[in-house]
């Protein structure tokens, strides 16, 4: 199994960018992939999920209205766009993929994980 983001960077206070993960090695089409952040030294939080079987979506309510997250299921890929981004959106953005069609934000429910992509926002 293999998740591999990609698109994180540097970007000013009210820009955007573009997450994408990449999934390998699983039956991408029964699992909920999700997004999670960690800033330095910080908790883990859950920012947006999608289930592919029927693109059913959950947000953080830090990230409602801000972030959509979408899957292309024919090249197995989930991505996270992330506009009007805030200071306090600077993370380490992890991808993670959960075998439990019920899993929604909780990262403990998340089975496997990508190495984690950084996202700074400059005020």
């Known amino acids: 199994v293999q998740l591999v983001e990609s698109g994180g960077g540097s970007v000013q206070a009210g820009g955007s960018l573009r997450l994408s993960c990449e999934a390998s090695?699983?039956?991408?089409?029964?699992?909920?992939i999700g997004w999670f952040r960690q800033a330095s030294g910080g908790k883990r939080e859950g920012v947006s999920s999608?289930?592919?079987?029927?693109?059913?979506?959950h947000y953080g309510d830090s990230v409602k209205g801000r972030f959509t997250i979408s899957a292309d299921n024919a090249y197995d890929t989930v991505y996270l766009q992330m506009d009007s981004l805030k200071s306090e959106d600077t993370a380490v953005y992890y991808c993670?993929?959960?075998?439990?069609?019920?899993?929604?934000?909780?990262?403990?429910?998340?089975?496997?994980w990508g190495q984690g992509t950084q996202v700074t926002v400059s005020a």
């Open positions: 993670a993929a959960s075998r439990s069609r019920f899993s929604v934000l909780a990262y403990y429910e998340f089975d496997y």
């Open positions: 090695g699983f039956t991408y089409s029964d699992y909920v």
């Open positions: 999608i289930r592919t079987t029927d693109g059913a979506t």
